[in-house]
């Protein structure tokens, strides 16, 4: 049997979904929805089912199984409330929400209709960080210190506003961020620092290619962040990012644990201990691990291990950083941020 999937959102990201999920003999894609409806039929044209560009007329047409949301930060919230409302199972693309309300919004229909949830933070699943996770799992941890580091912009508008995409923090380096809770734990408060180094505005005659670009009009996100945690158990951290144009893609950590020095290079893991060196270097299919984590769960056979609420409590380490930064480099607590009851 086959869970019957719809993807909502068929942009960028969709993309590897739909494929993973056409590969895979336990996922029937039945639908696509985008509210731009010509991206919806593109999609169902290359992957199957049929194309909606309204939610709800999909939930109502073709009542899938589970959904698989893949909208910028800015466009969540109703989709997810109304699809807990009805049953329907989901996958959803971090960050999950681009402020708390709308995350807390959903998490209570979440929890109110009992649904199965998962967060697509793939490289939690990589093989060679779970290994690395275990090995760290008894030995006090020191300082998790992380960087994500992109060579360009994403050529979307909604990625360089602030209340659509949400920064860099909030969209992408969210996922060293919940990594870093996955490694060490939760964390409890966080000091922030941006800055702006770079004139974004086009210069003349500038023609974006595909892919990554250089210039965008209207720029208005820090291209450049720091943080310093402080996690629960008393291990600190740091994070810096950046998206100033340079050569390469570069996101990891390195982990100093008792009797450990671990290093994670995007989905691979090495590591130094007592026992020896051990280098892991993640399967080809790694990425698609946590959509088939979540289907696998929806058919009753194991669980989603990065549910909703997972989510919402690394959402709140962006929004604590940029609070921070607010407040001119206070310390601001994840308390403060969350909602009550997490
Ligand atoms: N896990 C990862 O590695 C990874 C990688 C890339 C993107 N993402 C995440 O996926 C999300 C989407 O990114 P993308 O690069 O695919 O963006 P995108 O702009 O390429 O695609 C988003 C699509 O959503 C559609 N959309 C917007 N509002 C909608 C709504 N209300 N209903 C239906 N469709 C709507 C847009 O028309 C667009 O086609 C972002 O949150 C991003 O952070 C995750």
């Given at each position: 049997?086959?869970v019957?999937?719809?993807?909502?959102?068929?942009g960028?990201?969709?993309n590897?979904?739909?494929s993973?999920?056409?590969?895979?003999?336990?996922?029937?894609?039945?639908?696509?929805?985008?509210?731009v409806?010509?991206?919806?039929?593109?999609?169902?044209?290359?992957?199957?089912g049929?194309a909606?560009?309204?939610?709800?007329?999909?939930?109502?047409?073709?009542?899938?199984?589970?959904?698989?949301?893949?909208?910028?930060?800015?466009?969540?919230g109703?989709?997810?409330?109304?699809?807990?409302?009805?049953?329907?199972?989901?996958?959803v693309?971090?960050?999950?929400?681009?402020?708390?309300?709308?995350?807390?919004?959903?998490?209570?229909?979440?929890?109110?209709?009992?649904?199965?949830?998962?967060?697509?933070?793939?490289?939690?699943?990589?093989?060679?960080?779970?290994?690395?996770?275990?090995?760290?799992?008894?030995?006090?941890?020191?300082?998790?210190?992380?960087?994500?580091?992109?060579?360009?912009?994403?050529n979307?508008?909604?990625w360089?506003?602030?209340?659509?995409?949400?920064?860099?923090?909030?969209?992408?380096?969210?996922?060293?961020?919940?990594?870093?809770?996955?490694?060490?734990?939760?964390?409890?408060?966080?000091?922030?620092?941006?800055?702006?180094?770079?004139?974004?505005?086009?210069?003349?005659?500038?023609?974006?290619?595909?892919?990554?670009?250089?210039?965008?009009?209207?720029?208005?996100?820090?291209?450049?962040?720091a943080?310093?945690?402080?996690?629960?158990?008393?291990?600190?951290?740091?994070?810096?990012?950046?998206?100033?144009?340079?050569?390469?893609w570069?996101n990891?950590?390195?982990?100093?644990?008792?009797?450990?020095?671990?290093?994670?290079?995007?989905?691979?893991?090495?590591?130094?201990?007592?026992?020896?060196?051990?280098?892991?270097?993640?399967?080809?299919?790694?990425?698609?691990?946590?959509?088939?984590?979540?289907?696998?769960?929806v058919?009753?056979e194991?669980?989603?291990?990065?549910?909703y609420?997972?989510g919402?409590?690394?959402?709140?380490?962006?929004?604590?950083?940029?609070?921070?930064?607010?407040?001119?480099?206070?310390?601001?607590?994840?308390?403060?941020?969350?909602?009550?009851?997490?």
């Open positions: 049997m086959a019957r999937l719809g993807f909502v959102g068929t960028g990201i969709a590897r979904h739909l993973c999920a056409q590969r895979h003999d336990d996922m029937e894609i039945v639908a696509t929805c985008d509210v409806l010509e991206r919806a039929q593109e999609a169902a044209d290359k992957y199957g049929e909606f560009e309204d939610f709800e007329k999909m939930y109502d047409d073709v009542e899938p199984d589970a959904i698989v949301i893949c909208t910028p930060p800015f466009a969540h109703d989709i997810e409330e109304e699809a807990a409302r009805r049953g329907i199972h989901f996958f693309e971090k960050p999950v929400a681009i402020s708390m309300e709308m995350a807390g919004r959903v998490l209570d229909a979440v929890r109110e209709h009992d649904v199965i949830t998962q967060v697509g933070y793939m490289f939690r699943l990589s093989p060679p960080i779970v290994k690395a996770q275990k090995m760290l799992s008894d030995r006090a941890i020191a300082m998790v210190q992380a960087h994500y580091y992109m060579p360009g912009l994403p979307k508008s909604w360089t506003k602030m209340d659509m995409g949400g920064g860099q923090l909030v969209e992408q380096a969210t996922h060293m961020l919940d990594l870093g809770r996955f490694l060490a734990g939760d964390v409890k408060s966080v000091i922030g620092k941006t800055s702006r180094v770079r004139d974004w505005e086009p210069p003349a005659g500038y023609e974006p290619g595909p892919g990554l670009v250089e210039y965008a009009e209207g720029f208005e996100i820090p291209d450049t962040t943080l310093i945690l402080e996690y629960e158990s008393g291990s600190m951290g740091t994070l810096s990012c950046s998206l100033v144009p340079q050569v390469a570069d990891g950590f390195k982990v100093v644990a008792d009797g450990a020095l671990l290093t994670i290079d995007g989905p691979n893991a090495s590591w130094k201990t007592d026992d020896g060196d051990v280098e892991e270097a993640a399967p080809d299919n790694w990425a698609d691990l946590v959509l088939v984590e979540f289907v696998n769960a058919m009753g194991g669980e989603a291990s990065i549910p609420e997972e919402v409590k690394s959402l709140a380490i962006s929004l604590a950083g940029y609070e921070s930064v607010d407040r001119g480099c206070e310390p601001v607590e994840i308390a403060e941020i969350l909602p009550e009851g997490i």
